[in-house]
């Protein structure tokens, strides 16, 4: 069976700290895919990384950054120099393709909030 | 481009009334989803479209819920009777067909259950 983990429930932070959010995954495929969404009070998901399980270069994108380790079963995401608009809930999400389609599994989340 | 649109945003129905929302996703996008998000939980996925046809309602409680794509652009969800455990957030996303990792959420329904 597959399945997510975001131990994180909420996190705290003061403008400008670096924070990662852990997430940890499980499952028996060599071959899956890997997300991560932000969800802002607004209520949209909004769509931040996606990463196969053949690719484990780490990836940076501005403040944002993804470290993929295979070994561990971990894919945990940082926010360099965090912002009071990068408060949301983040959230992690596994896709097994067996047939070609993409069902997501995604963690129960981690609530950032970013004080000023 | 207009993202995908849902309505009601809100809605409060005492349980077993019926209730229905509306999807429109983006345009172009083969793929629909419907997902449920309780509160303090990640979304799960209710179904997926392809075009106007179901390519999986595995986790769709089919007693109560059914949902149709009828000209395979928008979307329906409905709920009858609806159940106090029903309450939660009502998430639409679409994709294009070649690209199905990469969905857009629209902003969701919040269904209470009284």
């Known amino acids: 069976a597959q399945k997510v983990t975001q131990a994180q429930t909420e996190i705290s932070v003061v403008e400008k700290e670096d924070v990662t959010l852990d997430c940890v995954y499980e499952?028996?495929?060599?071959?899956?895919?890997l997300f991560w969404y932000k969800q802002p009070p607004s209520g949209e998901l909004v769509f931040l990384i996606r990463r196969n399980s053949f690719d484990e270069q780490n990836e940076i994108s501005g403040r944002y950054s993804w470290n993929f380790q295979k070994s561990t079963s971990s894919f945990n995401f940082t926010i360099t120099a965090s912002q009071v608009v990068d408060s949301a809930v983040y959230f992690c999400?596994?896709?097994?393709?067996?047939?070609?389609?993409?069902?997501?599994?995604f963690g129960t989340g981690t609530r950032l909030k970013v004080l000023a | 481009e207009a993202g995908v649109a849902q309505s009601p945003r809100y809605k409060i129905i005492e349980k077993r009334q019926s209730v229905a929302f509306w999807c429109n996703p983006i345009s172009g996008h083969a793929t629909l989803y419907w997902y449920q998000q309780i509160l303090g939980q990640g979304p799960k996925l209710l179904i997926q479209?392809?075009?106007?046809?179901?390519?999986?309602d595995s986790q769709l409680p089919k007693d109560r819920f059914s949902a149709e794509r009828l000209k395979g652009v928008d979307s329906t969800l409905k709920i009858q009777p609806a159940k106090l455990e029903d309450s939660a957030v009502y998430l639409c996303a679409s994709s294009l067909a070649s690209r199905e990792y990469e969905q857009y959420f629209g902003p969701g329904t919040r269904l209470t259950v009284t």
């Open positions: 999400a596994l896709s097994v393709p067996p047939s070609g389609t993409y069902k997501y599994i």
């Open positions: 499952t028996r495929d060599t071959t899956y895919y």
């Open positions: 479209f392809q075009n106007n046809g179901v390519v999986d």
